[in-house]
């Protein structure tokens, strides 16, 4: 089992910048592709962005957030991150890291391990 803990949401103006982490417990973090889903009030949770074992150019975004936001991750530090430019007020939100042992996917079905969220809310 994973345990995954996710930082830095906050309230931030639009067009504004945050970067969200989520450390991960276990010697196995190399081996999962790592996922960002978010979840607003009333809504469905959604796809975001996720990143392969190796991360590097192995990366998928939702069109929602492509050229805005960007996933990496540091294998080293157990860490994946989430960087958003660009903020918009639709992307409020409570953000979600997770694990999955299959191929990219953007469902989240496919994922694992959850973590239990960070709120990002972005004034206009």
């Known amino acids: 089992q994973v345990q995954l803990v996710e930082s830095g949401g906050g309230l931030v103006q639009a067009g504004g910048s945050l970067r969200l982490s989520c450390a991960a417990s276990?010697?196995?973090?190399?081996?999962?592709?790592m996922g960002w889903f978010r979840q607003a009030p009333g809504k469905e949770r959604e796809f975001v962005a996720a990143i392969n074992y190796w991360g590097g150019a192995s990366t998928y975004y939702a069109d929602s957030v492509k050229g805005r936001f960007t996933i990496s991750r540091d294998n080293a530090k157990n860490t994946v991150y989430l960087q958003m430019n660009s903020l918009r007020p639709e992307d409020t939100a409570v953000y979600y890291c997770?694990?999955?042992?299959?191929?990219?996917?953007?469902?989240?079905?496919?994922?694992?391990?959850w973590g239990q969220g960070t709120q990002v809310t972005v004034s206009s």
């Open positions: 276990g010697r196995t973090f190399s081996t999962y592709v």
């Open positions: 997770a694990t999955s042992r299959s191929p990219i996917a953007t469902v989240a079905s496919k994922y694992e391990n």
